[in-house]
Nanobody, 125 residues
């Protein structure tokens, strides 16, 4: 049974940093896209970042425009874990952050097969 478990959320002041982790179990995702999405209250779940396997040991990272330059997605295949390093956080980054795995179209939410339970990130002004 596949499980994705997020950790690392919390409360931080604007300008601060947090690192989210997503540990996968049940299968390896080294050859698949892994992504992060977020959902703020009253809003749709939106794409944040994705880490896509492009062959061999090469991966491609892509980001939503609103986080590019501030967030970094990475993975450790030996731990079957994907990370989201979030720097220069803003109050508008406040949301529940979800890890997803297995996406055929990395920016496309419905293309992901597996989802974590979510981690709350709150950024105070």
């Amino acid at each position: 049974q596949v499980q994705l478990v997020e950790s690392g959320g919390g409360l931080v002041q604007a300008g601060g940093s947090l690192r989210l982790s997503c540990a996968a179990s049940g299968r390896s995702f080294s050859n698949y896209a892994m992504g992060w999405f977020r959902q703020a209250p009253g809003k749709d779940r939106e794409f944040v970042a994705a880490h896509t396997w492009t062959g061999g040991t090469t991966y491609f990272a892509n980001y939503a425009g609103c986080v590019k330059g501030r967030f970094t997605i990475s993975r450790d295949n030996s731990k079957n874990t994907v990370y989201l390093q979030m720097n220069s956080l803003k109050p508008e980054d406040t949301a529940v952050y979800y890890c997803a795995a297995g996406g055929g179209a990395p920016r496309n939410r419905p293309s992901y097969e597996y989802w974590g339970q979510g981690a709350q990130v709150t950024v105070s002004p």
